[in-house]
């Protein structure tokens, strides 16, 4: 079983950057689908990102596309999540979920994910 710790989150002002971190232990992350998803307050969980095991394939919410970008670091045994031009509305808390072998396309709904990590709060400021 892979356990995820999420880092990187903070307080940043509209149309700045932040690099989040989805640091793996207990088994590597490489054969791990990994996707990113954040839930605002009173709000579903909702998809932002996902990147395949080999790192080949990458998926976007239609919201952050061309904003955010989803990287591996398998020798790292980690997932980052590079956010740039950072909106008021992007204010969430920020989870990575892995899950074995999967088709990355599957990981890009709550349920396709086995495991999560506790979450990294990201707030943006007008």
């Known amino acids: 079983q892979v356990q995820l710790v999420e880092s990187g989150g903070g307080l940043v002002q509209s149309g700045g950057s932040l690099r989040l971190s989805c640091e793996a232990s207990?088994?590597?992350?490489?054969?791990?689908?990994v996707g990113w998803f954040r839930q605002a307050p009173g709000k579903e969980r909702e998809f932002v990102a996902a990147?395949?095991?080999?790192?080949?394939?990458?998926f976007y919410a239609d919201s952050v596309k061309g904003r955010f970008t989803i990287s591996r670091d398998n020798a790292e045994n980690a997932v980052a999540l590079q956010m740039n031009s950072l909106k008021p509305e992007d204010t969430a808390v920020y989870y990575c979920?892995?899950?074995?072998?999967?088709?990355?396309?599957?990981?890009?709904?709550?349920?396709?994910?086995?495991?999560w990590g506790k979450g990294t709060l990201v707030t943006v400021s007008s």
């Open positions: 990147i395949s095991w080999s790192g080949g394939s990458t």
């Open positions: 207990g088994r590597t992350v490489t054969n791990y689908a």
């Open positions: 979920g892995a899950s074995l072998f999967a088709p990355v396309h599957t990981i890009r709904v709550v349920n396709g994910i086995n495991f």
